[in-house]
């Protein structure tokens, strides 16, 4: 079987194992049914993904003028706390902001490799947990804005990790963490205006991957040094395509690009 289009982030569906589906323009590919199938890419050419022109893609997807132009990619996205929607104040797009940062957030701690601090959208669980190939996680607060969030994360950084450790997630050298014990901990930390917001609920949320065999070591795919490549699919993990030699490619850095998918 063979597709083509261009790829995009991929779409998850909560299950045991969680579902991963590639959104291929006019077909839907479901990964879970390709585990330990042989699956070539085939780069074919750079497509933004707001404005549609093959243009080399420069970060998440886009071309350099669109990423420094459109408001899905204003510094706010990666620094919650440059959010300035609740003053009214503009960054690119005033309207788009106040749509997506005066909604509810989440301050989390997930553990994908070691235990992290996050904040997301509260739409977007337990999705950005699955992105970041989470094995557990828990609501930290929950806050009308994004820019309360942001802080309140800024404020965690000091005595948690927010970054995740992609080789260890990958390659599943994880362990459990006591998350509930963490929240206690990190509560005191919490800015005095959030505190307000700190929740009681203290359930674990657990995901299970849809991995048959985990690397011993990794080796990261791209499409610009790589444009075409094989192997047997052995899972998906996070926004990764695991393969049986160690490969694994992340979907989401080749946003953008065109690709043809073959399936035997």
Request: hydrophobic content about 35%.
């Amino acid at each position: 079987m063979q597709y083509q289009g261009v790829l995009k982030k991929m779409l998850s569906e909560i299950g045991s194992p969680i579902n991963y589906y590639l959104n291929m323009d006019n077909d839907f590919i479901n990964l879970n049914q390709l585990i330990n199938k042989n699956i070539s890419i085939k780069f074919l050419k750079y497509q933004c993904l707001n404005c549609g022109k093959d243009k080399k893609i420069y970060r998440q997807g886009y071309c350099y003028d669109c990423f420094y132009d459109i408001p899905q990619t204003g510094d706010w996205i990666m620094h919650p706390e440059l959010s300035t929607a609740h003053l009214d104040k503009e960054d690119r797009d005033l309207a788009y902001e106040k749509e997506v940062q005066l909604k509810p957030h989440i301050v989390y701690l997930a553990n994908s490799s070691d235990v992290k601090v996050g904040v997301t959208r509260k739409s977007q669980i337990p999705t950005r947990w699955i992105d970041q190939g989470a094995h557990e996680a828990i609501v930290l607060v929950e806050v009308p804005n994004r820019y309360l969030a942001g802080i309140t994360e800024v404020a965690l950084k000091d005595h948690v990790s927010d970054k995740t450790n992609w080789r260890k997630m990958l390659t599943n050298t994880v362990t459990d963490a006591d998350l509930k014990t963490e929240k206690e901990r990190l509560s005191t930390f919490i800015p005095n205006e959030v505190k307000q917001y700190f929740g009681n609920n203290t359930e674990e949320v657990h995901l299970e991957f849809p991995v048959e065999k985990y690397p011993i070591k990794v080796k990261s795919l791209s499409l610009d040094k790589t444009p075409e490549f094989s192997g047997t699919l052995k899972g998906v993990k996070g926004q990764y395509l695991i393969f049986d030699d160690g490969a694994v490619f992340n979907v989401r850095s080749n946003e953008g690009y065109v690709v043809e998918i073959e399936i035997v």
